[in-house]
């Protein structure tokens, strides 16, 4: 069966020149600036016969944005692109949607494009509401009559049928994405095409966008979703891109891209304190990435004390972004933790496997303390990313330490961040 593919990209790559000013001294003088005006003339004129971009300003750099991208997407797959801030994820999606050219290579695309990449593109602010629905699907090449067909849907998805005669100017960023994406989403282009530009909407409206790029997938369109959400890029696309500094890290299943980005330094993962030596503090904080991608936590809280601690004892809770505490354990009550007494300077470790957390972004938060006192904490001091473990029936309680009833082990060791026996146990 021949494979029915939408957008392929060879040998893709796009580059900015960048003029950068020397800095100058605070006194120029007059022939100082007539010299240098007669240097950039010439400068200019000859890169112009040269065929090369002008530049303003003394020096001049090379930046590619992409280099060498290559890949295919077939209709009716949903494709996450996924890179840390500067990766050239934007870059990629403006080519794909005829925005900007690319400075090597081509892209081929079989069908119409919408795109959804900045909060008011295609939107006029002086029009209203009503008046923006008919240009944006105007601009993405439906006509007044699908449009008008498809109205009543739009109004209602985007729930801003109240202030649909007002300017969309004195709309908020919010509103601006409401109308916005259902125009995009219901006008039925072959392609659609997402940036970051949802995380400005409530969670109920993402919720709500995520169903809807779900659907339009199902009905055999293409959608390109570009988020730092792992959760939802996990939980609605089939495959997925990673980039890095402008070029493919790697292409395939998003379960294994996912993995991949989690386990890269593209996470934060680990933040080291300056020593505290008047009283028990922590003194640094990891995280395991890989036992991340897998849906597991493994975490270690170095400490340090100027006296003993007898025994040294930690606790950990993690936070939904919403602030709400979904899960906490700590090793007061661990008897593990009993055998290991009267030591200043440690590592305790704590491992949960296959926490059943909804696939998305946490905050963890540690303490430590000893027996009966607590003596130091970090409030939301990681950003953490859970592709999801194994699917699990979730147990509320009502006690403090979160919405989750999921054992975890601790041990102790009195070595140093970085030893080998910090996993003993």
């Not at 112009?48 to 750099?61: C, F, H, N, Q, T």
């Not at 089939?238 to 993995?259: E, P, Q, S, T």
Request: net charge negative.
């Amino acid at each position: 069966m021949a494979r029915d593919v939408v957008i392929r990209a060879e040998g893709l790559g796009k580059k900015y020149i960048i003029s950068h000013t020397t800095q100058r001294s605070t006194y120029v003088a007059l022939r100082d600036v007539w010299a240098n005006g007669a240097r950039n003339l010439h400068r200019s004129a000859m890169g112009l016969l040269l065929g090369r971009p002008a530049v303003v300003g003394e020096e001049a750099e090379e930046f590619w944005a992409l280099k060498d991208i290559d890949f295919e997407i077939e209709r009716g797959e949903l494709m996450g692109v996924i890179g840390r801030n500067g990766a050239g994820k934007s870059t990629l999606l403006k080519i794909l949607s005829r925005i900007t050219e690319p400075s090597e290579g081509k892209v081929t695309i079989h069908g119409s494009v919408a795109s959804l990449l900045e909060v008011g593109t295609g939107f006029h602010p002086e029009l209203t509401g009503r008046e923006n629905i008919y240009l944006n699907g105007a601009i993405l090449g439906m006509g007044r009559g699908e449009i008008k067909r498809k109205f009543d849907e739009i109004v209602d998805f985007a729930e801003v049928e109240r202030f649909l005669d007002t300017p969309v100017k004195r709309y908020s960023s919010g509103m601006y994405v409401r109308l916005a994406f259902a125009v995009a989403a219901h006008l039925e282009p072959d392609i659609l095409v997402v940036d970051e530009v949802l995380a400005v909407g409530d969670a109920e409206f993402q919720k709500k966008c995520l169903g809807k790029l779900s659907e339009v997938a199902g009905g055999g369109r293409t959608v390109l979703f570009v988020s730092h959400s792992m959760g939802s890029l996990s939980s609605l696309c089939d495959k997925g891109i990673l980039l890095r500094h402008g070029r493919i890290g790697m292409c395939g299943d998003i379960r294994d891209v996912v993995a991949e980005y989690v386990n890269s330094a593209d996470i934060r993962n680990y933040i080291e304190f300056s020593i505290n030596n008047k009283e028990p503090s922590i003194r640094s904080i990891s995280v395991d990435a890989g036992a991340l991608a897998r849906g597991d936590l493994l975490l270690k809280i170095g400490f340090s004390s100027p006296f003993p601690l007898s025994p040294a004892v930690g606790g950990v809770t993690l936070r939904s972004t919403t602030g709400h505490v979904v899960w906490g354990t700590n090793s007061r009550f661990h008897p593990s933790i009993e055998s290991v007494r009267s030591i200043s300077t440690g590592t305790l470790k704590c491992e949960a496997k296959h926490l059943p957390l909804i696939p998305g972004s946490y905050t963890l938060s540690v303490w430590l303390g000893g027996w009966h006192e607590d003596y130091d904490a970090k409030q939301d001091v990681l950003n953490l990313v859970f592709r999801g473990g194994e699917q699990s029936s979730l147990r509320p309680r009502p006690e403090a330490n979160g919405n989750l009833d999921w054992d975890a082990s601790w041990s102790v060791v009195g070595s140093e961040i970085g030893a080998d026996n910090q996993y003993s146990s």
